[in-house]
């Protein structure tokens, strides 16, 4: 069976800022190529879907095992206690469903690979 992903951003007043993350895990849902039931995001607070209501569409459509991979790049409180505590009440909630939390994204070894490709894109296209 198949996990569904659940993209855990912090959330934003600005609209635009929390477009680019629904944006982004619409960009992740192609890249995945089907590697995941279901794809969504949430947010930690400022706008919805919240971390518990898309825990709940997940599941409501049949999400058995979901992974919420934090969309931060250091280990804050909000990755620290913030969202493991969300969690924990959704588990408590639906206790056969299995929910894990994935390594948040600055702890990923292809982050300084990353930012060097950035880096040299832009001066690529400075150059242009």
């Given at each position: 069976?198949?996990?569904?992903?659940?993209?855990?951003?912090?959330?934003?007043?600005?609209?635009?800022?929390?477009?680019?993350?629904r944006a982004l895990t619409e960009r992740v849902r192609?890249?995945?190529?089907?590697?995941?039931?279901?794809?969504?995001?949430?947010?930690?607070?400022?706008?919805?879907?919240?971390?518990?209501?898309?825990?709940?569409?997940?599941?409501?459509?049949?999400?058995?095992?979901?992974?919420?991979?934090?969309?931060?790049?250091?280990?804050?409180?909000?990755?620290?206690?913030?969202?493991?505590?969300?969690?924990?009440?959704?588990?408590?909630?639906?206790?056969?469903?299995?929910?894990?939390?994935?390594?948040?994204?600055?702890?990923?070894?292809?982050?300084?690979?990353?930012?060097?490709?950035m880096l040299a894109d832009s001066a690529t296209a400075?150059?242009?």
């Open positions: 069976m198949k996990k569904s992903l659940l993209l855990v951003a912090h959330g934003s007043r600005r609209q635009a800022s929390n477009d680019e993350v192609v890249e995945a190529n089907e590697r995941y039931a279901a794809i969504e995001c949430a947010f930690l607070e400022l706008a919805e879907p919240s971390i518990p209501d898309g825990l709940e569409q997940l599941i409501d459509n049949g999400a058995a095992q979901i992974t919420v991979l934090p969309y931060f790049l250091a280990a804050g409180r909000h990755v620290i206690e913030d969202i493991p505590e969300e969690v924990a009440v959704a588990q408590e909630k639906h206790p056969d469903i299995h929910i894990e939390i994935a390594p948040y994204l600055g702890t990923s070894e292809t982050m300084p690979k990353l930012l060097l490709t400075d150059a242009d």
